[in-house]
């Protein structure tokens, strides 16, 4: 039986994700989700890229905006913005429920995997989301007028601050959830979803050792940017005011001694002789539900193939 560790966050993470779980077992597939977003917010804990996750498996997710849930209505999030409260974070009203639901367990001294692993089954989600650890890990945006925890980058300020650079608090502290290293034992390979690479994976990668821990596997990463594009979310936007090139061979180049093998969409064909791992290219936009079982299944069959260096 095939075992592969799924490293997820972000809505391309999710759609991936959602592929990988329609074409394999909860018993061949763990998700391991980026927790550096989370934040408290009105005295609730968020967990953004959980729950985008949660919600894309659980076939929820608002396709519309790529966030939140679908159906959602909105007169809590309402009502506290006419009284004065701060509304720049939009939480819908069932969104609030699944918010409140985890905050009371964690207050009642569940741990996070454990208040995940409630929320997901009482969802009736059969795969295995793991958060990337049960302690606190909070992703800072450096940016030229100072630095932003990342929700009040991403959505207050809405990206437009010019970015510098990126760290972790709490991460040299934070140990990696005991669900992910119990599945590595036995792991096949690895799969970076198309999340963005410096606040979605780099904050796994950079947690207790993980890295290291994977250089025993073959890993494959698909790339989120797709013709100098990011198809979702800021990731272009920061590489090129990280002084990078946004293309998919510097998402390559970001994964070098990690990475065993790439893969980037079709329309990017012509730069796979600048990359210096095995790589394909296959249509990787993904719009339909089609679309993201055609790209799992690419995920694997080249995940196959590769050797661990």
Same mark, same amino acid.
């Given at each position: ?15 991936? *994700? ?22 408290? /917010? ?56 699944? /918010? ?9 001294? =569940? ?30 945006? /450096? ?30 502290? *934070? ?76 998402? *390559?180049? /970001? ?52 050797? =661990?260096?």
């Amino acid at each position: 039986m095939t075992k592969i560790l799924a490293l997820t966050g972000g809505v391309g993470g999710a759609k991936l *994700a959602v592929g990988l779980a329609h074409i394999l077992d909860p018993q061949e597939v763990l998700f391991a989700v980026n927790t550096g977003d989370d934040f408290e /917010h009105l005295g609730l804990h968020i967990s953004p890229d959980i729950d985008s996750l949660t919600y894309a498996l659980a076939q929820q997710n608002n396709t519309e905006t790529g966030w939140g849930r679908a159906g959602e209505s909105w007169n809590f999030i309402d009502t506290l913005g006419s009284l004065g409260g701060e509304d720049w974070f939009r939480l819908g009203d069932k969104d609030l429920a699944l /918010h409140t639901a985890r905050s009371q367990m964690l207050r009642d001294g =569940a741990s996070l995997t454990a208040a995940t692993a409630s929320i997901i089954r009482h969802m009736g989600i059969t795969h295995t989301v793991a958060p990337m650890s049960d302690d606190p890990v909070r992703t800072i945006v /450096h940016c030229q007028q100072g630095d932003l925890a990342f929700q009040h980058y991403f959505v207050r300020e809405r990206c437009e601050p010019k970015v510098t650079g990126f760290s972790f608090d709490g991460i040299d502290q *934070a140990r990696l959830n005991p669900l992910i290293k119990d599945w590595l034992k036995e792991c096949d390979g690895v799969i970076i979803c198309p999340s963005n690479p410096f606040v979605s994976v780099d904050p796994l990668l950079q947690l207790d050792g993980f890295g290291e821990t994977l250089e025993r596997l073959p890993v494959l990463a698909v790339s989120p940017i797709v013709g100098g594009i990011a198809i979702k979310g800021p990731a272009a936007k920061m590489m090129q005011e990280l002084n990078m090139p946004a293309t998919a061979v510097a998402v *390559a180049d /970001h994964y070098r001694g990690l990475i065993n093998g790439f893969l980037i969409d079709e329309s990017d064909k012509s730069l796979i002789e600048q990359i210096d791992v095995p790589t394909i290219s296959t249509p990787s936009v993904m719009v339909t539900l089609q679309d993201r079982i055609d790209l799992a299944k690419a995920c694997v069959n080249f995940l196959m193939t590769l050797n =661990a260096t």
